[in-house]
Nanobody
Framework: QVQLTESGGGLVQAVDSLRLSCAAS????????MGWFRQAPRREREFVAA????????RYADSMKGRFTITRDNAKNTVYLRMNSLKPEDTAVYYC?????????????????WGQGTQVTVSS
């Protein structure tokens, strides 16, 4: 079992930056690939970024490439999502997720554990 707790969300202005954190607890959390998804009102939950258990491989949604960076610190059991040049369309609840697979994937159904989410609101 893995528990995930997100933090770092808030209200920011367009072009600002924000860093989200996801603290993982439980057995072998560092063995899991980790990811971030987001869900805006009246929209499906969508993939944002993912990182392998070792941190050596990352994947991003096309619209986030170059603006978002996912990293992890296995010593702290924490995954981060750095978001730069934020846009109003980035407004959503951001969810941290973990997969028993060590390799990152964009597929939502592969992830086994989910956090409660943290709200990010970007004003224009």
């Amino acid at each position: 079992q893995v528990q995930l707790t997100e933090s770092g969300g808030g209200l920011v202005q367009a072009v600002d930056s924000l860093r989200l954190s996801c603290a993982a607890s439980g057995r072998s959390a560092s063995d899991y690939a980790m990811g971030w998804f987001r869900q805006a009102p009246r929209r499906e939950r969508e993939f944002v970024a993912a990182i392998s258990s070792s941190g050596g491989t990352t994947r991003y949604a096309d619209s986030m490439k170059g603006r978002f960076t996912i990293t992890r610190d296995n010593a702290k059991n924490t995954v981060y999502l750095r978001m730069n040049s934020l846009k109003p369309e980035d407004t959503a609840v951001y969810y941290c997720t973990a997969s028993r697979s060590a390799f990152p994937t964009t597929r939502r159904d592969v992830y086994d554990y989910w956090g409660q989410g943290t709200q990010v609101t970007v004003s224009s």
